[in-house]
Nanobody, 121 residues
């Protein structure tokens, strides 16, 4: 099993930046990527993006060019750098250990408890 733990959420003004961290422990041979999704209570889950073990990244169109996923392998930590934040980015952000297949299909295997990001206008 993999256990992701998110941190770094908070309140930021529109146009500002925030960096989320995800410390992951454990292992699962099915996992080949770490990613992020966001979900508000009562709303559908929305993929933010992922970073594969091979270094390939994919992002949702809504965050492309503003968000970046990076990894510090020595610390088993994945980061989500969020720039030019908008009020519509307000959500609970979850780090997830994922399986990516056929380049674009994915399954969330494990995720953390989430961290709240609030962007004020």
């Amino acid at each position: 099993q993999v256990h992701p733990v998110e941190s770094g959420g908070g309140l930021v003004q529109a146009g500002g930046s925030l960096r989320l961290s995800c410390a992951a422990s454990g292992s699962d041979p099915n996992i080949n990527a770490m990613g992020w999704f966001r979900q508000a209570p009562g709303k559908e889950r929305e993929l933010v993006g992922w970073l594969t073990n091979g270094g390939t990244t994919r992002y949702a169109d809504s965050v492309k060019g503003r968000f970046t996923i990076a990894r510090d392998g020595a610390k088993n930590t994945v980061y989500l750098q969020m720039n030019s934040l908008k009020p519509e980015d307000t959500d609970v952000y979850y780090c997830s250990a994922m399986k990516i297949y056929n380049d674009y299909e994915y399954v969330y295997y494990y995720w953390g408890q989430g961290t709240q990001v609030t962007v004020s206008s």
